[in-house]
Each structure stands twice: as C-alpha cells, then as structure tokens.
C-alpha cells in the first residue's frame, strides 16, 4: 500500500540533518555565551540584536542560536536534559589544532576520552551546557556499529580518558592517526567521570 497522508504507514519520515540547536540564557550572560560560541567555533552572526544571536560556521544559515529568555534560571547540573551537543572534524589533527586554539583563548577541556567510536574532548559553555568535539575513529558507519556491537564496547560503553597533550605528542613525532585513533583495552571502567 502507498504512503500517503491518508496512509501514513508505521514508520517516521527521518529528517534529512539536524539544523540548529537553540541555546536560551539569562540577559547578563548573553553576551558572554554568545562571545564563547563565536570563540568555540569559529563563528560569525548571520543575524544579531540585544537579545539573540544566530550564529554561522558552515554552510547552514545559522547552527546555534542563542537568545535571552525572561525567567530563565541558572542550570543546575543535576537536572534532566540535553547532556551536550557534539560537533565532528575531519581528522584528530584538526581535533586537536581546535584544542590548542581554544587553550590559546582561555577554553579548556573538562574531559577527554577515546569512546572507542569517537575521539572527543568535552567543554563547558558559559552556563553550564557540555559540548563535545569529536573524530570518528573508524572510517565508515559500518566498522562504528560493530565495534559498538561488539564485547569491548559492552564492557566499557564510557572508554579511556587521554591528555589532550599527549595526543599533540604523538601527533608531532609522526604516529599514524589511525593507531592513535585505536582505543586501549582498559577492561571494565568502574567509574563514571560524568
């Protein structure tokens, strides 16, 4: 039987990306969040007032907006919600030359961990909101989903923590990207750094 808007059959139609993500923030620290997303990515207002700030890093016409909403309170850490948003590079180098620029500027990492899927390094915003800066360790989707399947994943669904340091290290002495890439066998991780 035909989809149709009569018939609209048992699956969702996927949407095609995620667009935007929308960031709401008390009025005395608009202008800091929006600084630090401009800093954090590179970014430059597509549109911009006293009160929001639609901001541009790519080809979409704006991936973060960031507006003051009356009312709002500050974030508690404790409270259910939106752990982070992610942002992908193309290479660890890219990963990790984004890691010293943003040091260079006064950011820094709370976290860095090898998933075992992603490389990533975690920061905080402003208010409080996590972002992850990410590479994909393996080369298509397939080999992702299958180590995610598989029992190393199983045993350690969190990975191992790295220096962000030592990773520059490796990368200036000439060490391939994909062995770096490679996640250490740490067994079973008890704790949960987040």
Do not use: C
Not at 109 to 114: A, D, E, H, K, L
């Amino acid at each position: 039987m035909a989809i149709s808007f009569d018939n609209p059959g048992p699956v969702v139609t996927k949407p095609q990306k995620l667009a935007h993500v929308v960031l709401k923030t008390k009025a005395e620290k608009f202008k800091a969040m929006v600084d630090y997303y401009k800093t954090f990515l590179g970014a430059e207002a597509s549109y911009e007032n006293d009160f929001l700030s639609f901001l541009t890093y790519d080809d979409e016409h704006h991936r973060i907006a960031i507006g003051i909403f009356p009312g709002v309170k500050d974030r508690l850490p404790e409270s259910a919600g939106l752990a982070h948003i992610a942002f992908s590079f193309d290479t660890l180098h890219d990963l990790a030359l984004a890691y010293r620029q943003r040091k260079a500027h006064g950011i820094l990492p709370f976290w860095s961990v090898n998933h075992g899927p992603t490389t990533s390094i975690y920061y905080r915003d402003p208010d409080g909101n996590e972002i992850e800066t990410q590479v994909d360790n393996f080369d298509n989707n397939d080999d992702a989903t299958a180590f995610m399947t598989g029992p190393k994943f199983e045993e350690n669904p969190i990975g191992v923590d790295f220096d962000p340091e030592d990773l520059i290290r490796r990368l200036e002495a000439g060490e391939d990207e994909k062995s770096i890439k490679k996640r250490p066998d740490i067994g079973k991780r008890t704790d949960i750094p987040f």
